[in-house]
């Protein structure tokens, strides 16, 4: 397939109030089509928690087993806090028609927020396919880290998940940007809004990208949304041939 139907989930979260949290993504889920992608913020049923030793998920846990009840006939995709034999990560997981088909644990740690003093870092980007796209899982903090993506330059889409503060929106909407433009891939950035638990406030700017630094959803500010974009991989290979610049990169 070259279309993809993307359905970026951009909330509030109920700080490290699991049940509220899915119950909220859950009416959001119901409104997406069969067959589409649906991705959520980072640690989406928590928000960012420092507590993992009381709030994180596990193989056996809720927040897995809801992901693989709502899976059915469709991909849906975001971050946890996650214990896997008693360490912690930061884990992205995609799980489609109740099977998980991507795992990926955050490579760049926010020491800023002593995420490292909490959770262990990952150790390797990956991808997953999906209806004929192969697409690359980035959490938050990893954005400002274009090594990291270049890593997987060849993806047809790039998602970064993330509970990004409002005062530092400047940076993410110009990061976003810059990692499409120099990967020639497209680029899908999903945030959360409100407050977290400790008083920062959030302003989403949820937003896809092209492979060429376009906008085919300029940043939502400040609400709650469900935001909906057919995206084409065809263009992007012809702008790829049509300008090869990776193949001159040493």
């Known amino acids: ?34 067959q589409s992608l649906v991705v959520l913020p980072e640690m989406f049923a928590t928000g960012f928690t420092m507590v993992p030793s009381h709030h994180a998920q596990n193989s056996n846990g809720l927040v897995l087993q809801w992901l693989k009840e709502m899976s059915k006939n469709k991909c849906i995709c975001g971050s946890l806090s996650f214990e896997e034999e008693g360490k912690y990560y930061n884990r992205f997981l995609a799980v489609a028609d109740g099977k998980i088909i991507c795992e990926y644990d955050k490579v760049h740690l926010f020491s800023l927020g002593e995420e490292n003093k909490h959770y262990q870092s990952g150790k390797e980007t990956t991808y997953f396919e999906w209806n004929d796209w ?58 959360r809004v409100g407050k977290d638990g400790n008083g920062f406030p959030h302003s989403g700017c949820t937003q896809i990208i092209d492979y060429a630094g376009t906008y085919l959803v300029e940043p939502v500010v400040d609400r709650e949304v469900l935001v909906q974009q057919t995206i084409e991989k065809t263009p992007m290979y012809r702008f790829r041939e049509k300008f090869p610049f990776l193949r001159d990169k040493k």
Request: aromatic residues 10%; negative net charge.
């Open 134 to 191: 192969k697409i690359a899982p980035f959490i938050c903090y990893d954005l400002r880290f274009p090594e990291l993506m270049r890593e997987q330059a060849n993806a047809d889409l790039m998602l970064f998940v993330a509970n990004w503060p409002k005062m530092r929106m400047t940076a993410w909407n110009s990061l976003l940007r810059a990692r499409a433009i120099e990967n020639q891939c497209m680029v899908a950035g999903v945030n």
């Open 1 to 34: 397939m070259t279309a993809l139907q993307l359905n970026l989930i951009q909330t509030d979260l109920v700080w490290e109030n699991v049940n509220q949290n899915l119950l909220r993504f859950q009416w959001h889920i119901e409104q997406t089509p069969e």
